[in-house]
DNA sequence: CGGACAATTTGCGCTGGCGCAAACTCGGGA
DNA sequence: TCCCGAGTTTGCGCCAGCGCAAATTGTCCG
């Protein structure tokens, strides 16, 4: 449960820096933002779940969010990690009328929630808008995509050394020590984002590390030496 | 290569009946099919290319099609069919500049193709067409990520066995003998719906075959017992 | 500070499905 | 009609990665 606050004063600046906003004049952005709602999430809390109506959709403005597809013999899949300025919750826009997976805080969020009634009129109104999100759309397929090419042609070393690189060019965090995913992330969420079990994640990561390419702690990866895992990820075994 | 022709005048009842074209009045049917260019492409060739600048956007009149992911080392995936009736290579609406896979006739088809750029005014001009549009894009991001999930926890013949039952249901012809996939669809291609290799299709296909569930032939499959073909797919081995 | 639980590691045995190879068969073109 | 090549079938051996199980290590909370 989102302990939902309607903030007095939602301040443009939250979004003037978005991909999602750039085109629109200060005016514009304050608003579209006059007709959002803004809410905070703690951590594992749910933005929405699966199957159920879609009323809205939404911006994460601070936070990460795990998507996740629960089968109905309750196995989980990670669909995608969302971060910070982007949007999410689209189902509106592809004229649908439930969410098909859920949005999981992982860690606390903050989000901005708009109805969906109000998806027409903005797109109509402010055409780079829906463009934008359209395009993101189009980029989500296409990564979906190449998920569903790795896993009919990659062994899951490569997979797992894959989805590491993903995570962290998008949202990893320099530090003294390497690129570090800077939210929790265990060895069975990276299980579930790439089709294997927890074991074998274990086992790559402990490898990995002897080999000095990561380091990794609970709930924590940094990426020492991104090139030789850049190698394993490419390694051409079944040609 | 396409035996290009630009037929002499299109007529509307080629459209009309598709949903895509629903909501329109026949003016402007006629309107949108006045800006459209339609060619015939022989079985096995190429309406575009993955990688290739994005040009048009296409609608199949009549025939199947495959759209095909080919990775850097040249194994391929079959991403989709296209059935007669649907919106195909949207790069454009997504805000793409290439096509991300290629299409293939599967059968001698007919296509009408429209130029990106008239996207906008078409979108803007008939906004009933850019909804459906984004809705069959909703539909196929949620089909593909219901591939990763299927992947991710399901064995081969339960994959296999769900490829055969959609394809069945979407472009199953009926027949004497059972529903007939209507275009010639190989060991290979099912192989590359499924992410595994043809001898473990061609292996499966046998003993469904002795179980009297479905009857094939050289490209060509045609399922008699779909019931029973449900519980194979569904059949929850690791629970 | 101690307990309890969640996350991780690691060993072991097994097997689903792949790679390789060879034989076979259908269908279409000369 | 015969031949050729693409598509298919099937046997065999192997191994990547899973399932199971148990030990270990952090971390948070009282």
Redesign the pocket.
Known sequence: MPWGIRLAALDRSLISRLPLFQGLTPDEQSEILRSARSSRYPKDSAIFEQETEAHSFFVLVAGHIRVVRTTPDGQQVIARYISEGEIFGVAAALGRTTYPASAIAAVDCVVLAWANALWPELTRRFPAFGATTYKTVGTRLQETQTRVVEMST??????VAHALLRLANQTGRKTASGIEIDF????????EM??????????????W??NGIIV??????TVKDAHRLVVLAENR??G
């Open positions: 990659e062994q899951v070393e490569q997979r929790p992330i265990s060895r069975q969420d990276i299980a790439t089709g294997t079990t927890l074991h074998t994640v274990s086992r790559l990561l402990s490898k590390e002897d990794s702690g609970r709930q924590k990866v075994d079944k």
